[in-house]
């Protein structure tokens, strides 16, 4: 005879269980939700987003803008990463020149988590980390959160089946209608995406910004990797920042933009403002669909049994022999940002701009991310 009683024990006791472990996912989840800790560097100032474009205010993309005014006439230089959390070398290279630039001639602008959305969910079946971390020289940990490739849901939902880029009528998939690097040059009143992406060019053309980064990772297998897409308006600039950094053994694709992709930064900032777009993407193992175990080992490594086979196979577009590390994505990203700022005023004598501070390719290599971030006060 089954005891109707010993169900009911059984049954409570699992329920039980059950409310106990959704409360702590849920509360590990909800952390997800608070921003990163950033400390600039002296003689940056802090804005939001929403001081250019007031649709967004109080919204949950409104996001951190910072600006360091030389005081000497110059040009103005944005770099922005975070508009794919899930890439996040391309946030901590905006972090590490956020926490460690000093601006000699001209204006720096350092937008760190462009989709902030994005960054408070992960993708659904990915299995990505929750949070990487850093040490600092002096032992300390900084963490950061790594992220979705799309807007929370939470903020934004639901998706159309069918996403048309309204400047265009170009028709895409209706999940990218939550992808930022789809919905550029926005939309003044659309959904919320859209609205951020209006948000920044109000920030490109107010500002009168020259030259504008766009920070991304992309997998191995992707042929656009260790690459510099370019507008038109940015081609000339670039194509003389390839040859250097090749000159210097930093192997990079220049590509151009393509005008019939529509929505991205690299097209629609070229197309609809006088800045010079620039686009980069560095090589991240823990974005592919080749790769294994998706921890934060591999976000920070690069390690990958599969993706090491896979380049045996010559199946990959970047030398890959055992690993990728953050270090090297980093210093490629900040390695060709200086270069761009150093060869900037050859294009125009009179939108120069001087950063100092930030480590190059081989020092970032050889010191690591965690060395150029600053410790927070306890």
């Known amino acids: 005879m089954i005891s109707i009683k010993g169900n009911r024990t059984t049954a409570a006791f699992l329920l039980a269980c059950a409310l106990l472990l959704a409360a702590f996912t849920g509360r590990n989840f909800l952390e997800m939700r608070k921003p990163d800790i950033v400390v600039p560097a002296p003689g940056f100032d802090g804005h939001m987003l929403s001081e250019w474009f007031p649709n967004i205010v109080g919204t949950p993309v409104d996001t951190p803008v910072f600006i360091q005014d030389s005081g000497v006439p110059g040009g103005s230089v944005l770099i922005m990463g975070g508009t794919h959390p899930n890439e996040p070398a391309a946030t901590m290279t905006a972090v590490v020149f956020l926490e460690r630039a000093t601006v000699n001639r001209g204006k720096l602008f350092v937008i760190p988590f462009a989709n902030m959305s994005a960054f408070g969910h992960n993708s659904p079946q990915e299995a990505s980390p929750q949070r990487i971390h850093f040490t600092l020289p002096d032992g300390s940990v900084r963490s950061f ?132 777009p620039i686009l980069m993407e560095t090589g991240n193992p823990s974005q592919g669909r080749l790769r294994g175990k998706t921890d934060e080992r591999l976000a920070l490594t690069g390690e990958d049994k599969f993706y090491a086979k896979a380049s045996e196979l010559g199946n990959l577009f970047i030398p890959y022999e055992k690993d990728q590390p953050m270090d090297l994505r980093v210093a490629r990203h900040t390695g060709s940002i200086l270069k761009f700022l150093a060869t900037l005023d050859l294009v125009d004598p009179e939108i120069g701009v001087e950063v100092e501070g930030v480590p190059g390719y081989q020092e970032m290599l050889e010191m690591g991310v965690g060395a150029f971030l600053t410790p927070l006060e306890l």
């Open 145 to 276: 959160r790594y992220g979705s490739r799309a807007t929370n849901p939470v903020h934004q939902w639901p998706n159309p089946d069918i996403y048309i880029h309204e400047a265009s009528g170009q028709q895409l998939s209706g999940s990218e209608m939550a992808n930022l690097n789809r919905a550029h040059p926005g939309v003044e009143d659309g959904p919320l995406t859209q609205r951020l992406a209006r948000g920044l060019l109000e920030l490109l053309l107010k500002e009168e910004i020259d030259l504008a980064f766009d920070l991304h990772e992309a997998s191995p297998e992707y042929p656009v990797v260790n690459a510099i897409v370019a507008h038109e308006n940015s081609m000339m600039l670039a194509a003389m920042v390839t040859m250097d950094l090749e000159f210097e053994g930093i192997m990079m694709r220049l590509e151009p933009s393509p005008r019939n992709l529509r929505g991205l930064t690299h097209r629609e900032w070229g197309d609809s403002t006088g800045t010079m």
